[in-house]
Each structure stands twice: as structure tokens, then as C-alpha cells.
């Protein structure tokens, strides 16, 4: 495991003592304010992600978090199979990740100097570029979003040519550039007008790529491998396909792997499950930092950023003021460390497999499961519409109100009869996805499988508890629709 202190300056073993009794006590300040958490946010930040958690149940206050496990404020623990959007993919409080960060403070780095560059950036940028060896550059920014546009950036200065394309679903961030990348247009409404030459494009349709690119006019196509609004899966000759075209037309082709990299899908990247796939730029984020400090880099081919830092004078023509700070680094480093020392990898693949399997044999005998998809431990479960009459009658009556509402029926009773926090694929989705911590056991998946059995047996009887908790969902957004 690679040595973090050996980058700092010695201090006293006194001195760090004393840095250790420090009187400041955050945890103290958090328990005698934990009373006020909902009323802090409803007055100070978003009000109304507070009324929706209030409104689904979900305002139950955890208080802690170790490896995939969470603790609301009774002392309740849950199973999180959301793990922060993907970033706990070593789980939650790793003691490696957390010792790298404390060795960090503890060495009195001469952290962000600016003139001067970062020996653990290097470092970092070393690790990552072992995982691609067809690349040999790496940017480093503070988050996915801002990685993205980066690549936006070093895409145009590479080819000089305008236009970005990009595929119906994706997601690939919420600041401007790849907003205008997005495939949601609910996040789109009322933040025009967005990034010029963005071109939209239906997934896994080589033919409609083949079209876009034919102007010779795109600088750039950016996919995510697997497409994390839906979990949706391209068949096996697109991902190469797509690269094959992107090279006949001069376009560089983009792998958003902000989700789906360090090791989520049971491989180091996604694109390592097809042979021959090497992208111009490999986009990382999420998982990399560990759970702490955010952090996000471009992994990109030589020519492409000797396009952009070209000479003396343009060496500072992109960059972020916190982008390579130690902390972030260090959180890097030793979540690299902690998925090549623990087989933190292999462990998502065969835990992947293992519910991919479970979910499967679910889909064979209950008829509201209409797919299951994913590689390693990102897994979508699909719901669709069943044929019964009765089913069907009440599956009508709460998608009429809004679509993708049914899976609120199965996730709130996941959250709370069972305690397995999960999340809806996306809006108007009629998807479950399962992110959980790469590091989830074979009593975790216990869980989550007599758990999802459980309440999609419940969905499959009406009248139920599921199908109550669907007419009280329905009141609420018809007066939200109404009051709006």
C-alpha cells in the first residue's frame, strides 16, 4: 500500500499529539443540533427535498455509516444499496481511506501551492493511467460534471471542430456543458439557452451515430457504457461499433465512466468487458474519492492534451483551483489501494452475478417484473404493466396520476418494513437500481433478496398494504400537480 507520509515532513510525535487532543469537537456540535436537521435545511437550503423526504418517509435522520450499513437516529440499521449515488463503492468510513486522509493532516503537506505541482497527483495519475494503458494523460478536477467539461473542452481544442453528441438518457452532469448533454429534459426546463452543437441521438443506434458524425463536424462522442438513468444496456457490437465510426470520422470517442468505472460493473471499467475497446478519453469520478473528498479526472491520450497545454504560455488554459488538492489524492490513492488489496473487484462480480441470478428467478414468477438487467453491482430491476385484470386496474390507477410512481410502491416499503434504502433509475422510470457498496456480503445479498421478494409478493396482491401506500402517493401528487 503505497506510503502517504513518506511525502510529508517529519513532525514530532508531541506535537501531533497535541493535534490529536484538539478541543474541536464537530460530532458534539452535530448531536446537540441533530433535533434541528429538517428545520436548518427547510430554512437555509432546499426546502423542497425536505418536504419530499417528509412526504415519502424517508426523514428518518441517520446518524452513521460503516461499510455498506446505515444507522438512523433510534438506532435502526439499514442496508444501503444506493451508496451515495455509487461513491461508496468501498463502503462507507473505509479505515484505509480514512487513515490516508488523517496521514495527510497529520504530515502538514504543503498542500496547493499552486507554483509548484503534487507529488500525490502524480502519484494518483500513475495508478490510473496502469488501469488504461492505451492513455497517458490524466486532468484532474473536483467532480464528474467538471470532468465532463474538461472533456468538452480538450474535445474542441483537439479537433477544432464545434458539435458534441450524445445519446437520449444519458446523464452526464448538471453544469452547463453537460446539461446540454442531457437526456432528461426536466433537468433542461427553464435553464436555457443551453451549450450550442449538441447533438442528441437515440442509444445503441450505430446508424443514427453514423449519420451524426457523417458532417465531420463533431468533436466528440460521449457515451456512458451502461446508461445509469434506466440501467440500460447497448448490445455487444455497439460500444466497439461506435469507436470504429467515431475513428472513420475524425470524432473522439468519449467514455463517461463516472459511474460505471472503478469497478462497478465487475471489471476495473466498463469498457474493459469488450476486447479492443480503448476510448480517446476515459471520464472518472464518484467511487474514486473514496466517500470523502470529491474528486474527478480525465484520463485522455497525449495528443489530445498536447493539443490543449501546447506551449509555456498556455499551460495554465485550463484548471481548477482545488483540483489536485492532497486530501483528494490521498482519498484516491487509497481507495486504488483498498480494491487491489481486498479484491474489492472480483467481490462485485460475484456478488453481481449472484443477484442478477436471484432477480432473474423473481422475474419468472411474478408478472409486474418486466426485466432485469446489469453487469456486476450495478442492477436495474424493470416493472411494466401486468396482465391481470385486477393488477392491472390498480397498476392503471397510479400510473395515470404520474408514470414511474409504481416504483415508489417498492421502494418505500424496501425502506421501511425492511430497511434497504434503494432509488428509482430515474424520472418517470420504471426502474429500481440497485448501486451498493462493492464490498456487500453474502448475508447482504440474503437481505436484499428476501427483501425485494417480499414486497413485490405484496404488489401482486390486491388490495395491499402496496397498493394503499399507491392511492396515498396518488393523492399527494395530484394536489402537488394541482397547487403548482
Not at 507520509?5 to 487532543?21: E, L
Not at 436548518?40 to 423526504?53: D, F, G, I
Not at 438506532?75 to 495527510?104: E, K, Q, T
Not at 430515474?426 to 427483501?451: A, F, M, R, V, Y
Request: proline share 4%.
Amino acid at each position: 500500500m503505497t506510503d502517504l507520509s513518506t511525502a510529508s515532513t517529519s513532525v514530532s510525535a508531541a506535537d501531533g499529539a497535541d493535534r490529536r487532543k484538539s478541543p474541536y469537537d464537530l460530532a458534539a456540535r452535530v448531536a446537540e443540533r441533530e433535533g434541528e436537521r429538517y428545520v436548518l435545511h427547510s430554512k437555509h437550503l432546499n426546502e423542497m427535498w425536505v418536504r419530499v423526504l417528509k412526504t415519502i418517509g424517508y426523514d428518518v435522520g441517520f446518524t452513521r455509516g460503516l461499510g455498506p450499513y446505515l444507522w438512523d437516529r433510534k438506532g435502526d440499521r439499514y442496508l444501503d444499496l444506493l451508496s451515495g449515488w455509487g461513491v461508496f463503492a468501498v463502503g462507507r468510513n473505509h479505515p484505509a481511506v480514512r487513515d490516508a486522509l488523517v496521514s495527510v493532516l497529520d504530515g502538514e503537506m504543503a498542500n496547493l501551492v499552486q507554483l509548484d505541482v503534487s507529488v500525490l497527483a502524480g502519484i494518483l495519475a500513475e495508478m490510473l493511467l496502469e488501469r488504461a494503458p492505451w492513455l497517458e494523460k490524466v486532468f484532474f478536477a473536483n467532480s464528474g460534471a467538471e470532468s465532463i467539461e474538461a472533456a468538452i473542452k480538450f474535445a474542441r481544442a483537439a479537433t477544432g471542430r464545434p458539435g458534441i453528441v450524445h445519446c437520449a438518457h444519458s446523464f452526464h452532469g448538471l453544469t452547463y456543458g453537460s446539461l446540454s448533454m442531457n437526456g432528461d429534459e426536466i433537468f433542461k426546463k427553464g435553464f436555457g439557452p443551453l451549450l450550442p452543437n449538441a447533438q442528441e441521438i437515440p442509444f445503441d443506434d450505430l446508424e443514427a451515430l453514423e449519420r451524426a458524425l457523417a458532417s465531420r463536424e463533431v468533436a466528440a462522442f460521449f457515451v456512458e457504457p451502461i446508461q445509469g438513468k434506466g440501467v440500460n444496456i447497448p448490445k455487444d457490437d455497439y460500444l466497439i461499433g461506435a469507436q470504429a465510426l467515431c475513428r472513420k470520422y475524425g470524432t473522439l470517442f468519449v467514455a463517461d465512466e463516472i459511474q460505471t468505472g472503478i469497478g462497478r460493473t465487475g471489471r476495473f471499467f466498463a469498457v474493459d468487458h469488450y476486447e479492443g475497446l480503448e476510448p480517446d478519453m476515459v471520464v472518472v469520478a464518484k467511487a474514486l474519492s473514496g466517500g470523502h473528498v470529491p474528486v474527478g479526472a480525465v484520463l485522455t491520450r497525449k495528443w489530445v492534451f498536447d493539443k490543449v497545454f501546447d506551449r509555456m504560455d498556455r499551460a495554465v488554459v485550463h484548471g481548477s483551483t482545488f483540483s489536485k488538492t492532497d486530501l483528494a489524492m490521498a482519498a484516491g490513492i487509497a481507495t486504488l489501494d483498498v480494491l487491489k488489496n481486498e479484491r474489492v473487484v472480483e467481490n462485485a462480480a460475484a456478488k453481481g452475478e449472484r443477484l442478477l441470478a436471484s432477480f432473474r428467478k423473481m422475474a419468472e414468477g411474478y408478472e409486474l417484473v418486466a426485466d432485469v438487467r446489469g453487469k456486476g453491482l450495478m442492477i436495474g430491476v424493470e416493472f411494466g404493466p401486468p396482465k391481470s385484470f385486477k393488477l392491472k386496474a390498480a397498476w392503471n390507477l397510479v400510473e395515470t396520476v404520474n408514470s414511474g410512481l409504481f416504483c415508489q410502491l417498492i421502494s418505500i416499503p424496501l425502506f421501511r418494513d425492511h430497511k434497504v434504502l434503494t432509488q428509482v433509475a430515474g424520472h418517470g422510470n420504471h426502474t429500481i437500481k440497485l448501486l451498493p457498496p462493492l464490498t456487500i456480503s453474502d448475508t447482504d445479498c440474503d437481505w436484499i433478496e428476501s427483501s425485494f421478494d417480499a414486497v413485490i409478493a405484496d404488489a401482486h396482491n390486491a388490495p395491499s398494504a402496496v397498493w394503499s401506500l399507491g392511492k396515498t402517493l396518488a393523492g399527494h401528487a395530484i394536489k402537488a400537480r394541482m397547487s403548482g
